[in-house]
């Protein structure tokens, strides 16, 4: 299947600081990717559809100044979580969508884990 | 997006073919049923997809009733590895703006 690659893995910040996270489509081009969050236990929760070129479209109830997401090119997404609280540590995944019609596909990345101390 | 239920959990025998059914009575006529799993501490990973007709490719097989209202996925020779959770999902892509929403899936062990 298609490859999609998150960076970093893991990181660890402290509180009040921004951190930044990639999402990359390593053999194909989306012009639509997605991110979720997701806490210990619970299921992947829809945060954010960011459209390449455009701005990014949030979920209800998510704050878009403090998630800001920038889709630069058809194979880059970032998400930048800004001014960081214990509460925002996650684990934050995003997908891509490959093909058209009945041939769509969303590949996830591996996912990125992020504790605020 | 058509709202689907599954059962929160399941055991299988290693070796042995895993049936997970789900419910997806409401769906519409352009929504597919998609299967993705997530082992844990992972992405989802996609496990094939279907609008009507049954579908089988390398991982699993998925059946879909004749009304579409249930389907269920196969994994024919169950193992250790495919211990995860199982989120079945009705979606309509169009065009790349579709959204998939996550249930809270089927947890399936597979024991020794």
């Known amino acids: 299947g298609a490859v999609v690659s998150q960076h970093p893995s893991r990181v660890i910040c402290k509180s009040g600081t921004s951190v930044k996270i990639e999402c990359r489509s390593l053999?194909?081009?989306?012009?639509?990717m997605f991110w979720y969050r997701q806490f210990p236990k619970q299921s992947l929760m829809l945060m954010a559809t960011s459209n390449e070129g455009s701005k990014a479209t949030y979920e209800q109830g998510v704050e878009k100044d403090k998630f800001l997401i920038n889709h630069a090119s058809l194979t880059l997404s970032t998400l930048t979580v800004t001014s960081a609280h214990p509460e925002d540590s996650s684990f934050y995944i995003c997908?891509?969508?490959?093909?058209?019609?009945?041939?769509?596909?969303?590949?996830f990345g591996p996912g990125t884990r992020l504790l605020v101390l | 997006d058509a709202k689907t239920t599954q059962p929160p959990s399941m055991d299988c025998a290693e070796g042995r073919a895993a049936n997970l059914p789900c419910n997806h009575s409401?769906?519409?006529?352009?929504?597919?049923v998609y299967w993705y799993r997530q082992i844990h501490s992972q992405g989802p990973q996609y496990i094939i997809h279907?609008?009507?007709n049954n579908e089988t490719n390398e991982m699993a097989s998925l059946i879909i009733t004749e009304d579409r209202k249930s389907s269920t996925l196969i994994l024919p020779h169950a193992t250790l590895r495919d211990t995860a959770v199982y989120y079945c999902?009705?979606?309509?892509?169009?065009?790349?703006?579709?959204?998939?929403?996550f249930g809270q899936g089927t947890t399936l062990q597979v024991k020794p």
């Open positions: 997908s891509a969508t490959r093909g058209a019609g009945g041939r769509e596909t969303q590949y």
């Open positions: 053999d194909f081009q989306a012009t639509t």
């Open positions: 279907g609008l009507k």
């Open positions: 999902i009705a979606y309509h892509g169009s065009g790349n703006t579709g959204k998939l929403i």
């Open positions: 409401t769906i519409s006529g352009n929504e597919y």
